[in-house]
Structures are given as C-alpha cells and as structure tokens.
C-alpha cells in the first residue's frame, strides 16, 4: 500500500476503475464502486489531516506557552539584575559618603599633628632655653657663692692679718 495520501487516493482510483471494468466482464457484488472507494478515502485523508492539524494546533499552543514563560523568566532574571544594580549603586554611595568621612578626618588628624608638633617643637625649645639659663643661673650661683666664699676667706685671712698686727 502506497504511504502517502495522494498515491493512496490514486491507487484507490485506479484499483477502482480495474474494479468497474472487471464489472463490465463479470458481475460480482463484492467490488466497490470508485465514487464510494473515492469517498472513504478522501474521508481517511480528511481524517488524518485533522489529526495532522490538531497536532500543530497543540503543539503551536505549547510552544506558545513555552515562550511565554521563557519571556517571563527572562523578565524575572532582568528584574534581579535591576535590584542588584540598584542595591550596589546605594552600597556605593554609602562608600563613597564614608570615605568623604574618612578623608575629613583624616585631614583634621594631619592639622592636629601638625599643631602638636609645632607645640612639641616649642615645648622643647622652651625646656632647652630653661635649662641654659638654669645653668647660667646655677653658674652665677656658684660663682656669686665662690666669690662670696672668696670674700669670707679674703675677710677672715684680713681679719687674722688684723689680729696680728
């Protein structure tokens, strides 16, 4: 048997009119006509081409629904990206904001050093200048304190030169 529709409705019409002309030579009641071997067979074809059809329609319908929740993923997963997007720019904001911070006080600290090394400097040379003069003082002291132990010497040699004399 022929497998597509078309050679199996040609086959089906020229076994039929074999069929009819065997009819003429003999008269047998078991042989089809070819309008009603024409008509089951366009029947078979209309049948299989419904299936055929319902078949695409189906699978139309599946792919349709297959694209549709393919887009909706895609939509999901572009929708995460945003959000992520959106979560790291305010993270980077909040960065840059302490950063801004940082560098402030940061640079407050550089000043503040800057002042307490000035103090030192200052503190220092003061300490310095208090000490030379401690030592100049503590050098009048000692030379006020020999020359006075000097003068006493001087005084008590003058003073036994007195007695002597």
Known sequence: MPSSP???SSFYYINGLMTNNNNNY??????????TSNNSTSDD????SMVIDERKQRRMISNRESARRSRMRKQRHLDELWSHVIRLRTDNHCLID??????ESHQLALKENAKLKEETSNLKQLISEIKSNNEDDNNFLRELEDS?????SDLNQM???FELC
């Open 6 to 8: 078309t050679s199996a």
């Open 98 to 103: 302490k950063l801004n911070r940082v560098s």
């Open 148 to 152: 006075i132990s000097n003068s006493r």
């Open 159 to 161: 003073g036994r030169d």
């Open 45 to 48: 074809d209309h049948q299989q």
């Open 26 to 35: 003999s008269s047998s009641s078991n042989v089809q006509d070819p309008v």
